[in-house]
């Protein structure tokens, strides 16, 4: 007789746009696929597999979700050691907790859905023997091997809608606003969302910036009439100063700053330099959160079904991707192996600087 196909689901790390469409993509494909299938839901991401707590998920779990913002799974963030292990407050190593939820469960295989950092504790998961795939979700566009990730596209259209709104109270009072965007040390929301809205300077970790190049724009944008100025700032935009520095002394500099964020800080200095009255707008979380747009709930599904088809196949050790249009999967390994930062040639930097958008670099 044959057995069950027994599918764990994991969603790891900060939550986005489009987990439960995924989700869904992934169960309705088994059932509708794999005789006999059971799928069981990790609750909170890794804590689930470490204390197995789970969920024995049901046909109709994976329906009515689509829309619906955030995981129905909940999520969290493990302590994880660079290549070596994801461990607890006092370092002990959870993998022997996590190997033992899967294999008392028998699984054939754990997809595991997460961002950057989760791609890379995933694949410690599949060199200690578990069958896995991964999906690629993040607001932060900054995975290797695919081009997009769900949940990126719903927090460029919120960073977009945000500086829209700041766009005409900005005008109103001819006041410099800053609007900080988050994903993490990369630019992709940032530059995405800022071109998108109009903004006028955008500064990305990628491209450091000089605070006198800042407020020379600033100040020539004001002598061409346009008393207001809006910049999009990446929440790992750096200056050029400190972008020679080491880490460590990075970390140094960011602790002993009276500023809570880079955006206070170039705001204070650029207020000093230009004397135009600064604002900052820090949307934050709600970047992450509400329904996935319509792009994510489609990319969702299809690297949801994507899981499924490999699951089917029995081909495992795999991130589900997209490249160039097409849904790929790509050897793990790769995928964790770095982060897909903006690359500085990247044709939108140009298309951004054809439109007169600023990048704080040069005037
Ligand atoms: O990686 C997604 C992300 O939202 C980043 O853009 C941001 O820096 C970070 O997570 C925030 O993390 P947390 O939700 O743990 O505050």
Redesign the pocket.
């Known amino acids: 007789m044959r057995r069950n196909t027994r599918v764990g689901i994991v969603t790891s ?4 746009q489009g987990l439960n469409a995924a989700i869904r993509g992934v169960g309705k494909s088994l059932f509708k696929y794999v005789d006999n299938v059971e799928i069981f839901g990790m609750y909170d991401g890794y804590r689930g597999l470490i204390e197995g707590d789970y969920k024995f998920m049901e046909s109709k779990d994976f329906s009515g979700i689509l829309t619906e913002g955030g995981t129905i799974l909940g999520t969290s ?1 493990q302590r994880y050691i660079p290549g070596k292990a994801i461990v607890d407050d006092e370092g002990n190593d959870l993998m022997p907790a996590m190997l033992d939820t899967y294999n008392r469960l028998n699984l054939d295989c754990l997809v595991v859905m997460g ?3 989760t791609q890379k504790s995933a694949k410690l998961l599949m060199d200690a023997g578990m069958n896995i795939i991964t999906l690629p979700k ?3 566009n ?1 995975i290797y091997g695919t081009d997009t990730t769900f949940g990126f596209q719903s ?1 460029v259209d919120i960073g977009t809608n945000v500086i829209d709104y700041i766009h005409s109270t900005a005008s109103s009072h001819g006041r410099v606003f800053l609007v900080e965007l ?3 040390d990369a630019g992709w ?1 940032t530059l995405n969302a800022g071109i998108a809205s109009g903004a006028d300077i955008i500064l990305i970790p990628e491209i450091p910036y000089t605070i006198e190049a800042v407020a020379a724009a600033v100040e020539q944008r004001y002598r061409h009439g346009k008393h207001f100025s809006i910049i999009a700032v990446a ?2 935009a750096v200056s050029a100063t400190d972008a020679v520095l080491s880490e460590e002394e990075r970390r140094k500099v960011k602790e002993q700053s009276k500023h809570s964020t880079i955006s206070y800080r170039i705001a204070s200095e650029l207020e000093a330099l230009t004397g135009q009255e600064t604002r900052v707008t820090v949307p934050g ?1 709600y ?2 959160g509400g329904p996935p747009c319509p792009y994510d709930r489609v990319l969702a599904t299809q690297f949801g079904t994507a899981a499924a088809m490999l699951i089917r196949e029995k081909r495992y050790g795999l991130m589900v991707g997209v490249q160039k249009g097409e849904i790929v999967s790509v050897p793990l390994e790769d995928a964790a192996s770095r982060t897909k930062f903006l690359p500085v040639d990247h044709p939108l930097i140009q298309t951004a600087r054809d439109v007169e958008i600023y990048f704080g670099d040069e005037v």
Do not use: P, S, V
């Open positions: 790390g900060g939550d986005c963030r961002g950057n950092g993040t607001i932060d900054d927090a988050m994903g993490r929301l929440e790992g979380h970047q992450r």
